[in-house]
């Protein structure tokens, strides 16, 4: 069975000032439940201080990714 990656742009941290982002590639799966991720948009991410437009998406499952474990996984998942 192939895994469908796809490539989204991401705060590179959580004080991103508004232009700190990254493009990381992923398997479109839950980490938690392995059903397929929600589809991508473009969200606005906010710091307490500054917006920055990047990709989000709402999992069907309901569980949610939080930009900070997108980041820890993109960095173990060897695709990035």
């Known amino acids: 069975m192939n895994q469908v990656v796809k490539r989204v742009i991401i705060p ?3 004080m991103h000032e508004g232009i700190h982002k990254i493009a990381v590639n992923l398997i479109w799966t839950c980490p938690v439940c392995g059903s397929e991720r929600g589809q991508v948009k473009e ?11 990047v990709n989000g998406w709402v999992n069907e499952c309901g569980h949610v990714d ?3 474990a997108v980041r820890r996984e993109a960095r173990m998942n060897g695709l990035n």
Do not use: A, C, I, T
């Open 43 to 53: 969200v606005l991410s906010y710091d307490g201080s500054r917006r920055l437009h």
């Open 12 to 14: 590179e941290r959580e």
């Open 66 to 68: 939080k930009y900070s």
